[in-house]
């Protein structure tokens, strides 16, 4: 069966769907588990394909689980988990008795992946990194750490934002120009500085789920001690900074703890991860994890 999408999403016979990575997500192999999620609309709530047509926005959701399951595995293998007990577990108890057990073992292995409860107990197994580890995963990219340790400076306009830019790039204090300059509230205690109450740093699960998204990309893309462009959010013009990595050793340090540790490295993992899909199902969204339409 030939799938093709409406709206912004059309199948081919192109051979690569998403590289998540180094490795591919084939058209063949999406193509086969479309057929069965199409098929089971009682099941995934589906639409029946019209005039050979099925759902755009149902088939970025299909990809952009595979996706998901992809960097599951992947970040798994990394930390050398067997979750495969874990997910024998969640099929024989959960799957049950369900229209899903008689599915695949395709689609199961998808759900058993995705799922929070198997993959937040597996990722439990991972070893909590040394405090030199977490300083070599900091140096490439702050995310990694599954943390955002971050001060900004917050003005009204991007020409202002780029004046501050500018006195940064000569010399000046971060936190002492956003005393000065930031229009955030909170600026002057904390030198534009975001934190939690007890710590230096947030969890990076907590800035995706309620920082404007427009910051927290500039957030991701940001590089330790170096301000970033100005970008503009529904609050104003940012210049982000992630904190030098001796400012924030100790915090950092304080939430890496075991057993905790590797919901943290998952979610910088899933974060940083290069996901690339092809243009006729969408884009990739690091910040809500999922496949958004083009345009």
Known sequence: MLLAASGCATFTNADVAAQVGDSDITTDDFGALAEEYFANPDVFGTAAPLDGRVSGEQSRLLLGAMARQEIVNQFLAQQGID????QQAFKDSALAATPIEGMSDAMQDLIASIDDAPRSEAVTLAETPTIDQLRALYADNPTKTGLVCVRHILVDTEAEAQSVLDELRN????????IERSIDPTAADLGGAISNVDNQCIPLQTVLASFDPAFVAGALAAREGVPSEPVESSFGWHI??????DEVAESVGQIHQPGDSGAFLFDGFAATVEVNVDARFGTWNPISGAIAPVG
């Open 240 to 245: 982000i900074l992630h904190r030098p990595w």
């Open 83 to 86: 979750a495969s007990g874990i």
């Open 171 to 178: 010399g000046a204090d971060f936190a002492s120009l956003a």
